[in-house]
């Protein structure tokens, strides 16, 4: 019996949604299966927790007395965008403090004006008739300037990769510290909880989807950036980064426990987020699919240690991974997660406590996402 969005939200409404989380939604359906399911359930909430490095936030600071356009922008030391109008700026999440090296970057300013921290402004422009002011020094909250919202161009990977390295050396980047001769490996991924693991397809995720974004209420703006839908699929699900979601968000909504600003060892900043987007069961099918466990879903090991040409060597479930070792040629090499499981399961729990309790609806999107990317590569030379 198919659904609508409308009898789902009169539901939520009437007290009356049957919410699961997209682990508990798995014993369900290999019980009833998905027809049966399907009738049970309303929606299924999902969730991660985890660096997403592609993110950042917008911010207007307000115009001083005499103003000032603002063209080189410091926050606790941290440059922000200097290149929109007077008193905006985009701060990455990546962007580092000057000078570097001491563990802090736009991560960290994003968390601490989130935390309700002041932060240190430093601006300084080049002075015209209708801006006659150079320079600005202040502290401001996340209460003394108006917008404010996070704005991530690529956030909730749809899988990833397993790293490993064949190397003498140890090596430091995004995916951890990968020590030599394969004595490590590392994966980041909520699994069976993954977002766009459950929607595999993006049938109900687009733009407009309303979503959990760091603890307020956020939605889906637009494909992510390197979005793919060409990676191969095992049991319906791609075995590596494929699609990739634009997400955006009110930070003054937002709550520390799931924005972190991240130190990641020698290779640098990166901000770890708590996502969760509900799934409307309108069909057994979307049941079908959000019932997907880690023993079914698969990610592919590679070598950081080559600069390029990285081919798989192994794939892996995420059952293997969790269980803290995995077999390669007959070495057993230790596993971690980059992500957090138990930051994942808050996040799909808290969402599906604010759906039972109507205080939040589902939003039909107002425009499907691409069928069909493919990733480009950077081609150098001249014209």
């Known amino acids: 019996m198919a659904k609508t969005y409308e ?113 240190h402004l430093v601006a300084t ?8 002011r150079k320079r600005i020094e202040t502290d ?11 704005y991530n161009p690529r956030n909730c990977y749809q899988n990833y990769g397993i790293a490993t390295n064949t190397s003498d050396r140890t090596l430091y980047t995004y995916m951890g510290k990968l020590l030599p ?21 993006l049938d109900t995720i687009g733009m407009g989807t309303r979503i959990f974004l760091a603890g307020g209420e956020g939605y889906v703006s637009w494909q992510g950036t390197q979005f793919k ?7 319906g699900v791609p075995v590596g980064g494929s699609r990739t979601l634009a997400v955006i968000g009110d930070m003054k909504q937002m709550d520390p426990n799931y924005v972190r600003g991240l130190d990641i060892t020698g290779y640098g900043i990166s901000l770890a987020i708590g996502i969760g987007i ?10 079908r699919n959000c019932a997907i466990s880690d023993e079914d879903i698969y990610a592919e ?29 007959g070495k057993t090499i230790r596993t971690s997660s980059m992500s957090s499981l138990a930051g994942a399961r808050k996040v799909a729990r808290t969402l599906k406590d604010w759906i039972e309790h109507g205080e939040f609806l589902l939003n039909e999107p107002c425009l499907s996402l691409p069928k069909e990317g493919k990733l480009k590569g950077l081609r150098e030379g001249g014209h």
Do not use: W
Request: proline share 5%; charged share 20%; glycine share 10%.
């Open 181 to 201: 001769r394969m004595k490590n490996a590392t994966y980041s991924s909520a699994g069976t909880l993954s977002p766009l693991l459950n929607d595999p397809h």
């Open 229 to 235: 839908t060409t990676v191969e699929e095992v049991n």
């Open 7 to 119: 009898e789902i939200n009169s539901r939520i409404r009437a007290g009356e949604a049957v919410v699961m989380t997209a682990e508990e939604v798995v014993d369900l359906v290999r019980k009833k299966g998905a027809e049966k399911a399907a009738e049970e359930v309303d929606v299924v909430t999902t969730g991660t927790f985890g660096a997403m490095c592609s993110s950042g936030a917008f911010l207007n600071l307000g115009h001083a007395d005499p103003p000032i356009r603002m063209t080189d922008i410091r926050l606790n030391g941290v440059e922000a965008y200097g290149g929109l109008a007077a008193v905006d700026t985009y701060i990455g999440a990546t962007s580092l403090i000057d000078p570097p090296g001491t563990g802090y970057g736009g991560a960290h300013v994003i968390e601490d004006l989130i935390a309700g921290k002041k932060v």
């Open 301 to 329: 090991m590679v070598d950081y240690s080559l600069p390029s040409g990285r081919t798989c060597m192994q794939r892996y479930t995420y059952a293997q991974l969790r269980s803290g070792s995995i077999e390669y040629e």
């Open 140 to 150: 401001i909250s996340l209460d003394d300037i108006n917008e404010a919202y996070l």
């Open 125 to 132: 422009g080049p002075g015209t008739d209708c801006y006659v």
């Open 278 to 287: 509900p799934i409307p069961i309108l069909n057994a099918d979307i049941m």
